[in-house]
C-alpha cells in the first residue's frame, strides 16, 4: 500500500511517518509542499491514501486536497482517500469542504494516524472519534452502556 504524506513542519512530520514505516507492507513517500506533492503523484503512480497538513504553506493543505478532488473528478479518475491534520477544532467544516475521509488533531499520534491510514483502506475499523457528539458507542468501550466499568445511571448500575 502506498501513502503519501505531505506535511510542512518537520517535527509534525516525522510524528505522522513514524508508525507508517514501521510496517513493511506501506511504502511511505513523504514531501513538504504541495509543488512537490502534485509532482510525485504525477510522475510516482497511484497512491492508496494521502495524509496532508491542513497548515501547509503557501497554499493550505484544506485547498490543496479540494484541487486534487476537484482535478480528478474533471479527468474522471478517483481520488485515494484523505486523512486531514488540522491544528484547531473550528476547522472541522474545512476538512467536509476539502474532501477529507478522515481527520486528526495536531499534535498527532503516530499510532492513531497508522490506525487511521488502515482504516481508510478497510483494514481496520475505523476508531470511534473521541468528538463525537452523535453519542454513539464502540462495543467493547468501557464507557458504554452496559459495558463492565461504565457508569450506566439510568439503568442503576455500574463499576467504578
Known amino acids: 500500500m502506498r501513502v503519501l504524506v505531505l506535511v ?3 517535527r509534525e512530520r516525522m510524528r505522522a511517518t513514524t508508525a507508517l514505516a514501521l510496517q513493511p507492507e506501506l511504502e511511505v513517500v513523504e514531501c513538504s509542499s504541495p509543488k512537490d506533492a502534485r509532482r510525485i ?3 510516482g503512480g ?3 491514501v494521502l ?3 491542513g497548515d501547509i504553506q503557501p497554499q493550505g493543505g484544506f485547498s490543496f486536497l479540494y484541487e486534487v478532488r476537484a482535478q480528478d473528478a474533471l479527468a474522471g ?5 484523505a486523512l486531514l491534520l488540522i491544528a484547531r477544532e473550528e476547522d472541522r467544516f474545512l476538512t467536509q469542504w476539502a474532501g477529507a475521509n478522515e481527520l486528526l488533531l495536531k499534535p498527532v499520534d503516530p499510532f492513531e494516524v497508522a490506525r487511521r491510514v488502515r482504516a481508510l ?3 481496520e475499523p475505523a476508531p470511534r472519534d473521541p468528538g463525537d457528539e452523535s453519542g454513539a458507542q464502540v462495543p467493547g468501550d468501557p464507557g458504554a452502556p452496559g459495558e463492565p466499568g461504565s457508569r450506566d445511571v439510568a439503568a442503576g448500575a455500574g463499576s467504578a
Open 77 to 81: 479518475r478517483s481520488t485515494p482517500p
Open 8 to 10: 510542512h513542519e518537520a
Open 121 to 123: 483502506v478497510g483494514e
Open 46 to 48: 497511484p497512491f492508496d
Open 51 to 53: 495524509v496532508v497538513d
Open 41 to 43: 503523484m504525477r510522475e
